[in-house]
């Protein structure tokens, strides 16, 4: 054993590096044939989990053990990395993200204070004038900060506008969001001192778009009964259906009432980098804030999120806080202490793994392949529509698409009937373990998603999904009628709809 353990020697780490290095780049090029979902069974999860409960052993072990261990860890898992993860926002990470993230832990630099390590500070603020100008269309001296996702970003969103518009009279504020925001938009309110009862639901319109008029007359009402109406969070792509909010009138709404206006953009943000993005989220460049997750649509490793915000002097009052430790740090160069701007004081230099594959690859290399997913979705779109046993009932806005299988008629007992058969074909989808897709509600009906999203989804990938979907909606299907004949209740199958239904 050496001196000091802590700290091998050159030989040592080149030899360590490389075996990790040989493990990482033969997991990325399993991906395409690896599970999509944990292979293992409860059982066996169950001991694996229990395995990796033990504490740390007071002697040393081996590092290629070790990394055999993690390797069977990392595949009791849902594939996230893998190009068949099409549930839920998938999140990919990148490979030179990854490059970036070793050389970046490595030298450990300080993130927090810019006049620690001033250089990589302005890189990262490079990175946020990026988001906050060429992707979201915000005005020069617009600024924000990196965070460890989108709900942080929320957070610190609405406690710049809860800090702005309500001072410490906290008691009246009232939000406004629809029931398709994610839940860290009441979360960050509750947590940000809001009542839970002031957040108010906003009904939406048929095609799950927050509706306006029943939003003005929600934050009139609210006004005229003595509340404080302050902030309206909009959708830039709901995490259910990629659905947008109508953000232009909204901005105009927000400017009327004298609201603050957050735009959640965690998923749809950066599709504002291709041109069918930027026209579907026009409206964004009029926010007050928007919420970016470049750990989904940027394709970098989970713990990374983004705030952006026009009035960075507004971010700043309400995270404000120092102490006697930190007084012998400057600013340089007008690079903001993030530590201002958020409620995190130490953490990595967080931009640096957006900074080197922005770099090394281009930005159009990011706008290529998000115009590819919307490619995609497009494709699946088409091809599920033109199944007649599913009802595909939005048009994406962004890269989900919504389908679930359609009842034999408007009855309530058919419609039930056909929400556990889309149940069903769920559990027989996954059962591939090709590819993974999620569910959600809408119209108070069960309904698939397939979100496209990671950086390895291909046309390869779509097709063979389509092929499994198609297959088993037909197998379901059958099964149903099957079952309804045996017992009379239903009748014969109603002839193949044409054309695209939309609702
Ligand atoms: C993912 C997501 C969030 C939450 O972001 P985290 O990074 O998971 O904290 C918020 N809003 C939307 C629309 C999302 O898709």
Redesign the pocket.
């Known amino acids: 054993m050496p001196d000091f353990p802590l700290e091998p020697d050159r030989a040592t780490m080149t030899e360590m590096g490389s075996l990790v290095l040989g493990r990482i780049v033969d997991r990325v090029d399993r991906l395409p044939s690896q599970p999509a979902t944990n292979p293992l069974s409860a059982q066996a999860t169950a001991e694996l989990v229990e395995s990796f409960l033990a504490p740390p052993p007071r002697q040393g072990g081996d590092l290629k053990r070790l990394l055999e261990r993690l390797d069977e860890g990392a595949d009791c898992a849902l594939e996230a990395a893998g190009p068949g993860h099409l549930a839920y926002?998938p999140g990919s990470g990148m490979y030179t993200a990854a490059l970036a993230e070793f050389y970046n832990r490595a030298t450990n630099r300080y993130g927090g204070i810019a006049a620690v390590s001033p250089a990589f500070a302005a890189l990262e603020e490079s990175v946020i004038r990026w988001i906050a100008t060429q992707v979201c269309g915000l005005p020069e001296g617009s600024g924000g900060l990196l965070t460890s996702?989108?709900?942080?970003a929320?957070f610190s969103a609405t406690v710049a506008a809860r800090h702005q518009r309500l001072g410490e009279d906290l008691a009246p504020g009232t939000v406004y969001t629809t029931a398709f925001a994610?839940h860290?938009v009441a979360k960050a309110a509750r947590l940000a001192g809001i009542r839970a009862a002031h957040i108010r639901v906003v009904p939406h319109t048929t095609d799950l778009r927050m509706d306006l008029e029943a939003a003005a007359a929600m934050i009139r009402a609210d006004r005229e009964a003595g509340l404080r109406p302050f902030l309206l969070v909009a959708?830039a792509?709901?995490?259910d259906t990629g659905t947008v909010d109508p953000l232009p009138r909204l901005a105009e709404l927000t400017r009327r009432e004298d609201l603050w206006f957050h735009v959640?953009a965690?998923?749809g943000g950066f599709f504002r980098l291709t041109a069918r993005g930027r026209d579907r989220l026009t409206g964004l460049e009029e926010a007050d804030s928007v919420?970016l997750?470049p750990?989904?649509t940027l394709f970098l490793p989970f713990g990374t999120?983004a705030l952006v915000v026009r009035d960075l002097a507004a971010l700043r009052a309400a995270h404000d806080g120092t102490g006697s430790y930190l007084q012998d740090t400057a600013t340089p160069g007008g690079v903001p202490d993030s530590a201002y701007l958020g409620p995190e004081l130490t953490h990595e230099i967080r931009g640096l793994r957006a900074w080197l594959p922005l770099h090394l690859l281009g930005t159009d290399a990011f706008r290529d392949a998000l115009d590819e997913k919307l490619d995609l979705a497009e494709h699946v779109h088409a091809t599920l529509s033109a199944v007649p046993e599913l009802e595909v009932p939005l048009t994406p806005d962004l890269s989900t698409v919504v389908f679930r299988i359609r009842p034999a008629d408007g009855d309530p007992v058919a419609i039930e009937r056909a929400d556990a058969a889309s149940r069903r074909l769920l559990d027989r989808i996954n059962a591939h373990r090709r590819f993974v897709l999620s569910s959600t509600v809408v119209d108070g009906r069960f309904t698939l998603r397939v979100c496209v999203v990671s950086h390895r989804t291909h046309r390869d990938l779509i097709a063979e999904a389509l092929e499994i979907i198609t297959a088993e909606t037909a197998r379901i299907v059958s099964e149903e009628r099957a079952a309804s004949a045996a017992v009379g209740a239903l009748s014969a199958p109603r002839p193949a709809r044409q054309g695209c239904p939309q609702g």
């Not at 996702?149 to 942080?152: F, Q």
């Open positions: 926002i996702g989108g709900s942080l929320t994610h860290s959708n792509g709901t995490t959640d965690a998923y919420t997750d750990h989904k999120g």
